[in-house]
């Protein structure tokens, strides 16, 4: 009687691995932060054992770091996109820089809702700012983050501050509503950036 062989398990490449534990850590760094969270939690997530996950990020506060800026990654790819398609919808058109502010304070309040993890993440990053390293690496990617707004926008260094004061405050409402009247904070935004009429 044959026998059939047993196929040999396929590895799964260290790259892959790597991004299922940025992304397995960044809902657990969610709920517990920096040092309420075990690495061995995040480990299981992914399905391997917590040895693996130091031979590829030396200490918990590495994996941490990686997660967080995962957050600031995503939130700037998400306004590069938005400025994208927002330029492609006026070709050709002159618009208030206003308008496009709109368009992003809009899109980031609908992540904060649609992502709770990564608004939640973004809170203990800040929550954990104690650590030299950490507080550098934040402060890093949330300038990344500020220069990529400057450049997609072209404003100036008040409305920059404006933009990003707005920003965090979305971020608490956000956090303190839970999910809830996300079209209520679109609406303030809208209010807050109105669309100016056309010269002429």
């Not at 995040?42 to 130091?54: D, K, L, M, S, T």
């Not at 954990?128 to 983050?145: G, K, M, N, P, W």
């Not at 707005?166 to 009247?181: D, K, S, Y």
Request: aromatic share 8%.
């Amino acid at each position: 009687m044959a026998t059939t062989a047993k196929q040999p398990k396929q590895r799964v490449p260290a790259a892959e691995r790597r991004d299922a534990l940025i992304a397995a850590a960044v809902e657990e760094f969610a709920l517990g932060g920096l040092h309420g969270t075990p690495v061995d939690r995040i480990a299981r997530r992914v399905g391997v054992a917590q040895p693996y996950v130091f031979s590829l990020f030396p200490t918990k506060r590495d994996l941490f770091i990686a997660a967080v800026e995962r957050g600031f990654e995503l939130t700037s790819d998400l306004f590069s996109e938005t400025a994208a398609e927002f330029r492609r919808e006026h070709a050709g058109v002159d618009y208030p820089q206003n308008e496009m502010l709109r368009a992003f304070g809009i899109v980031y309040t609908e992540l904060l809702f649609s992502n709770r993890p990564m608004l939640m993440l973004q809170l203990q990053a800040y929550a954990a700012c104690d650590d030299d390293t950490i507080r550098e690496r934040v402060r890093a990617a949330y300038e990344r983050l500020a220069s990529r707004v400057q450049e997609l926008t072209g404003i100036d260094d008040d409305h920059l501050n404006e933009f990003l004061s707005i920003g965090m405050w979305l971020n608490v409402q956000a956090a303190i509503l839970g999910g809830e009247n996300v079209d209520g904070l679109c609406d303030w935004i809208k209010r807050l950036h109105p669309p100016e009429a056309p010269a002429g």
